[in-house]
């Protein structure tokens, strides 16, 4: 089964940036699509930025022109760049990934629940 680990984010003012980053062990499957999630207390889970295995992205509207999903296949590495961070920002991300030997679309790639491999999560802290 795939493992991912994630690292980066932290606290920062309203304005600033963070970056995480998340290696994976490698996808079961050659169709893959990874990307960041995030959730806030009381909230659900929702997706943030996800990329594909043909390193094309689908930007939440709340993040677009805000956040940057990456993809270092050699690395085996995704990455997020968050700048302009906002207190709605705050949560707990989480790297997720999913591989299959058929097409998966961006509706299941940004659904949690069919996400199949997720990282342990890292919080984010935006404050005034």
């Known amino acids: 089964q795939e493992q991912l680990v994630e690292s980066g984010g932290g606290s920062v003012q309203a304005g600033g940036s963070l970056s995480l980053s998340c290696t994976t062990s490698?996808?079961?499957?050659?169709?893959?699509?990874m990307g960041w999630f995030r959730q806030a207390p009381g909230k659900e889970r929702e997706a943030v930025a996800l990329i594909n295995m043909y390193n094309v992205t689908n930007v939440a509207d709340s993040v677009k022109g805000r956040f940057t999903v990456s993809l270092d296949n050699a690395k085996k590495t995704l990455y997020l760049e968050m700048n302009s961070l906002k207190i709605e920002d705050t949560g707990l991300y989480y790297c997720?990934?999913?591989?299959?030997?058929?097409?998966?679309?961006?509706?299941?790639?940004?659904?949690?629940?069919?996400?199949?491999?997720w990282g342990q999560g890292t919080h984010v802290t935006v404050s005034s």
């Open positions: 490698g996808h079961t499957f050659s169709r893959y699509c």
């Open positions: 997720g990934a999913h591989s299959s030997s058929a097409v998966i679309p961006w509706v299941r790639c940004r659904t949690p629940k069919e996400i199949k491999n």
